[in-house]
């Protein structure tokens, strides 16, 4: 085999040297696309979106407290009904006597505590409503019986009612249900505010003197309806 001459193993070298350089450029060239790649992806990755839900309720709920034990008495025999009230603003009739005496014989006196009083404890402005369990006939007998009552705010905290009151004594207790503090209007009727949210329920009862004796009751339900 002929000797390698100096001018060929120079050319040699220098193809090589010039497959050397093209391939680092090229690998390079092929890195940085890499890296640019690999950089847009983890960059696309680092935002999002989040979500906080929260869900709120109203509580309709009303307190009843107090109950109303008009005591034993009977009906004076100068007259043919007595008339008795809860209401210590309660007019009596022009002799000045209601004709109810108690067990006694004392004269009736209206107590500021007989009453019953209704609170808004819920979070929400209600309508409210009552009926009894039975009709003024069947709770007292008696001819002509009657039993009348009237609704206003607690005098501790006026403006409880944004709704509206039937008239003094109108409403007559009975097995229908019938308004409190009510009103069309949404956002109208018993408030909740601590400072106003409570009305007081006053009874006036006119009892005939014929009247059976006997322990009588009689069961008040109050309603709430929400109104906001």
């Known amino acids: ?64 407290a ?3 034990d008009l005591g034993t008495g009977y009906v004076n025999s100068n007259v043919s009904s007595a008339n ?10 022009s002799s000045g006597l209601t004709g109810w005496f108690n067990s006694t014989g004392k004269a009736w006196s209206a107590n500021s505590t007989t009453n019953i009083s209704i609170t808004n404890s819920g979070n929400t402005i209600v309508n409210i409503t009552f009926s009894s369990n039975q009709s003024v006939a069947a709770w007292l007998g008696g001819t002509s019986p009657d039993v009348r009552v009237k609704f206003r705010d607690d005098p501790d905290e006026p403006g409880s009612c944004t709704g509206s009151y039937p008239a003094n004594y109108s409403t007559q207790v009975n097995a229908t249900v019938q308004n409190v503090c009510t ?31 006997g322990q009588r009751s009689a069961t008040l339900t109050f309603t709430s309806t929400a109104n906001q």
């Open 66 to 68: 107090g109950n109303v």
């Open 183 to 213: 009103s069309a209007t949404l956002g109208q009727g018993l408030d909740y505010l601590d400072t106003a949210d409570n009305l007081l329920v006053y009874f006036n009862l006119l009892i005939p003197r014929n009247v059976a004796s």
């Open 1 to 64: 085999m002929a000797d390698i001459s100096n001018r060929t193993i120079v050319s040699l070298l220098m193809i090589v040297m010039v497959v050397t350089v093209v391939g680092t450029v090229f690998s390079v060239n092929k890195l940085e696309e890499f890296v640019g790649r690999f950089a847009m992806v983890t960059g696309a990755a680092t935002s999002g979106t989040g979500y906080v839900n929260l869900t709120t309720a109203s509580n309709n709920a009303i307190t009843i």
């Open 84 to 93: 008795i009230s809860t209401d210590v603003n309660f007019t009596a009739g």
